[in-house]
């Protein structure tokens, strides 16, 4: 097929001892999975239905990348998840069901421009401009299933310039995986190559130009990027 210009490269994230990629499709993000960062961000605790946004799937930063600080943004924040990736297509699959969607398990890191998301929420207004900009998803090596086994729990952590500052387990999620995804595919069709970003724990804070993010959850390994000067 001829194009008006030449496409953008496919998306894709290293598997851990794999010479081939995991192929992206789509960025599924889940909003406050987590009591204790519900409640830093002045929400109800209250165990309520899932809620999503995305973003693009060209939005993905390597591990050990650099990041220029986005543009539109005083308060840019950070956010470490669990990363689900997408192996076997589910369209309203049960949660008893849902293993067998799961590749493998990455360590992500959610970019937030707070003040954008902050000025939204106030006029009803989506998140998506907040959350969905250049470089807002780092993702770490995927872990395939196969080598892992499945994920319930285990240290989720995030640091700053070497000083802890979310530290939390994944038994905490709100949303476990199974019903996660099962609740996901009744609303879209997953696919091999989609990625799901699970939700952040308590802790998150602004990023500065020179800051040194680093995060990691048992048994996945270590993610980290460096921010940059804004680009001019």
Known sequence: MDYIFPPIARPSVPVRGQTRSFAVRRIFCVGRNYNDHVKEMGGDPARSTPFYFCKPADALVPDGATIPYPMLTQDLHHEIELVIAIGAPGRQTSAADAERLIYGYAV????????????????????????GFDDSAPCGQISRLADTGLINEGRIWLSVNGAIRQDANLRDLIWKAPELLSNLSHGVALQPGDLVYTGTPAGVGALVPGDRVTGGIDGLGEIGVTIGEALR
């Open 108 to 131: 992500g890191i959610d970019l937030t421009r707070r003040d954008l998301q902050a000025a939204a929420r106030a006029q009803g207004q989506p998140w998506d401009f907040a959350k």
